[in-house]
């Protein structure tokens, strides 16, 4: 059971550059989300998807879209990155509806130069 | 909108000292609270949560939490703490409407001295 497992674990994107976070999940939750770090913020939250087929918005959601490929998998796209962007980002699950304790991945530390 | 507060940015003790963290939040209504804990270089844990009922909550490597409905807060304690709780501690709060996520406070890093 590996719990939450995200890749790449550490990343350097150039301004403009594409990439995109990958974020699965072995409990068999129905809720997962996206979070950023940044230092003396706490983590925000981006985007969240309460179960398979549903995405919404979180805090700070601009430069960012996600897809629910599955019940597994839920994935962050940053299309055209920029150095405001660096941070590290955090995936997490919870089950049911949203409620719960939420369950955190290993986090990708992305740096935008 | 929900928000979480963690008055102390950055708490040094030394071993056997007591601990305590304060979060303050604003939302009237019904809440789920929780404390995670952060070790250098690794992701969020859970130490406790608090859903209902006795609002006096024990969680893991003897810290406790008191929910206090009219002062709106969940205090983190330890009687006696030790290096290895060296960490960033960070409170977090879910509303049981609206949003299905939590919001966290921008977080206490403790440094525990030997």
């Known amino acids: 059971n590996a719990g939450v497992t995200q890749t790449p674990k550490f990343q350097v994107l150039k301004t403009g550059q594409s990439m995109t976070l990958q974020c699965a999940q072995d409990m068999n939750h129905n809720s997962m989300y996206w979070y950023r770090q940044d230092p003396g913020m706490g983590l925000r939250l981006i985007y969240y998807?309460?179960?398979?087929?549903?995405?919404d918005k979180g805090e700070v959601p601009n430069g960012y879209n996600v897809s629910r490929l599955n019940k597994r998998e839920f994935s962050l796209r940053l299309e055209s990155a920029a150095p405001s962007q660096t941070s590290v980002y955090f995936c997490?699950?919870?089950?049911?509806?949203?409620?719960?304790?939420?369950?955190f991945g290993p986090g990708t530390r992305l740096t935008v130069t | 909108a929900q928000s979480v507060s963690q008055h102390n940015h950055h708490v040094i003790l030394s071993e056997a000292a007591s601990l305590e963290l304060g979060c303050n939040y604003s939302?009237?209504?019904?809440?789920?609270l929780f404390w995670y804990v952060q070790y250098p270089g690794q992701h969020l844990q859970l130490l406790l949560k608090?859903?209902?009922?006795?609002?006096l909550v024990k969680g893991i490597q003897g810290f406790e939490a008191e929910f206090i409905k009219s002062k709106f807060s969940f205090n983190l304690r330890k009687p006696s703490v030790q290096w290895s709780d060296t960490a960033e501690y960070f409170c977090?709060?879910?509303?049981?409407?609206?949003?299905?996520?939590?919001?966290f406070g921008s977080g206490t890093r403790l440094q525990v001295q030997p």
């Open positions: 997490a699950s919870s089950e049911g509806q949203g409620f719960n304790e939420q369950y």
């Open positions: 977090a709060v879910n509303a049981r409407t609206g949003r299905r996520a939590l919001t």
């Open positions: 939302y009237g209504g019904t809440v789920n």
């Open positions: 608090y859903f209902s009922g006795d609002p």
């Open positions: 998807s309460a179960s398979e087929g549903t995405t």
